[in-house]
């Protein structure tokens, strides 16, 4: 089955003006402290994995420069004691010499050094034109200022390689999946971080295969980790990603932090940064701009995903800001078969954008989505403020079960604030299903669209001191309730 055209975030750029207004990245960036290595050096702090009928919390954060933080999902196991530099293995960085090589010599060098504390391997500044490889253990991978590497436009030096086991086969076509530009898996202790350098996959030959129905196979991510644990990620630009820019799928102990993610707001999903089946996962203080969603949190496609059962929980995203003219600054779905539970969504900011927060769910999904706290959320110019959505007809085989429903609750939403939004928030369920325990409090919309009255189906909750008045599946039970209590 081609799921091509089915993409619930497919491009139309025809609905969209030119001059998007947008800060400048430099400006945000100045802004944002840099993650300083002595912060890294004490106790890992973990997310309160708590009830379903409590919000979920970032308990034990730290106080960095720029606010709290839970960096400390990496535990840093010491210094590297070896240092070398991608020149030492024949690198040329004159962004036309292939350097797929001397990357794969380096980490295969590097990783002699695994039980020596690790090594590191320096990107001096230049344009490092290279295929696909792979990470090892131990490694930090460190781009220096005006250090950037290249996607090859090759595609034989994106090799195909398995489908994950969660999705049971590529996302946008039967089969295999091309590799990420940058991969590992099983690995442990991974620190990939530098000066503000880039990684650019040059995806515009990507999209076009894209685009014409020429694509064989799944495209690649630019930076793709399976099965790894204890990474840090961290102050580097993330460019022109063929598909989803960064993946961490069946990870553990992960840090997104201080990161740039662009690409052309027409280029098809592109999403910035999409956790997986993981758990423990930070990211923080991050400029996003995509044609699909900013963040999207997954767990497995389908009946792959149900049987799998390996959930994505206790995911912190804070202080993202950004802009996708079709998708959601944060989105939870549509492949959420797994589950996802205890996730802390806090100072966003969007705009320009189709939605500011959106949870995705199908019939034959299954799963649940549990214990999601939001707040503290900024918009301009944002169709639907916060949307529950369904019904994307999006399975990967015959093999899915139409009695597979998916049970979403405890989801809070606080503090919000919207200015020149074209309607109302947008809350959708699924007959049948569970959509209940939903608290909506302390919302601010100026709809200037027709459509200001609130649109729910299907769904159960309690709203406060909300503006347009909500719609009437969210009742409000006077001065007991849970949610106008709730912290």
Not at 94 to 101: A, H, L, Q
Not at 158 to 163: A, D, G, H, K, M
Not at 404 to 423: Q, T
């Amino acid at each position: 089955m081609d799921v091509q055209e089915k993409h619930p975030c497919m491009w139309r750029w025809h609905r969209w003006q030119d001059g998007l207004r947008r800060p400048s990245v430099a400006l945000l960036l100045g802004a944002m402290a840099l993650l300083g290595w002595s912060s890294l050096q004490s106790t890992p702090a973990w997310v309160a994995v708590s009830p379903a009928a409590a919000p979920a919390t970032a308990k034990h954060d730290v106080d960095v420069a720029g606010g709290r933080s839970c960096v400390e999902f990496y535990r840093p196991v010491g210094p590297r004691n070896v240092v070398f530099s991608i020149k030492e293995f024949g690198g040329v960085g004159d962004g036309r010499t292939s350097n797929t090589e001397a990357f794969r010599r380096a980490v295969r060098r590097l990783g002699e050094f695994g039980d020596k504390g690790g090594a590191q391997l320096n990107v001096p500044p230049g344009r490092w034109l290279t295929g696909s490889f792979n990470l090892t253990s131990n490694l930090t991978l460190f781009l220096e200022k005006d250090a950037v590497i290249l996607g090859s436009q090759d595609p034989e030096e994106w090799p195909v390689i398995e489908p994950l086991p969660s999705y049971g086969r590529g996302r946008e076509r039967l089969g295999g999946r091309h590799i990420s530009l940058i991969h590992g898996e099983g690995l442990s202790d991974v620190v990939i971080t530098g000066q503000n350098g880039s990684i650019d996959g040059q995806g515009k030959m990507w999209w076009d295969l894209w685009w014409n129905r020429t694509l064989k196979h799944t495209r690649g991510h630019l930076l793709e980790l399976v099965n790894s644990e204890n990474i840090l990620i961290s102050n580097l630009t993330f460019r022109n990603s063929p598909f989803w820019t960064i993946h961490p799928v069946y990870c553990s102990n992960v840090v997104l932090k201080n990161l740039t993610v662009l690409a052309p707001l027409h280029s098809p999903n592109t999403d910035g940064i999409d956790p997986d089946s993981s758990s423990h996962v930070c990211i923080e203080d991050c400029y996003i701009e995509s044609g699909d969603d900013l963040v999207a949190v997954k767990s497995g496609w389908d009946h792959y995903g149900i049987a799998m059962a390996h959930p994505s929980s206790n995911i912190v995203i804070r202080r993202v800001s950004g802009t996708t003219p079709t998708c959601s600054g944060v989105g939870i779905g549509s492949e959420m078969s797994g589950g996802v539970s205890n996730v802390v969504v806090e100072n966003l900011h969007v705009w320009d954008s189709a939605a500011a927060v959106r949870l995705k769910t199908d019939v034959g999904r299954g799963g649940y989505i549990t214990n999601v706290t939001v707040t503290n959320v900024t918009m301009e110019r944002v169709k639907i403020p916060i949307r529950f959505s369904r019904g994307s007809n999006d399975h990967p085989d015959e093999g899915w079960d139409p009695k597979a429903f998916p049970i979403v609750k405890g989801v809070r939403i606080s503090n919000v604030v919207g200015s020149d939004v074209d309607k109302a928030p947008v809350l959708e369920g699924i007959e049948g299903a569970v959509y209940e325990d939903v608290c909506i409090r302390n919302f601010s919309l100026s709809v200037t669209g027709r459509e200001a009255k609130w649109h729910c189906e299907f769904v159960a909750g309690e709203a406060y001191d909300v503006s347009p008045s909500p719609c009437l599946q969210l009742s409000s039970n006077g001065s007991s309730s849970w949610c106008r209590h709730s912290s």
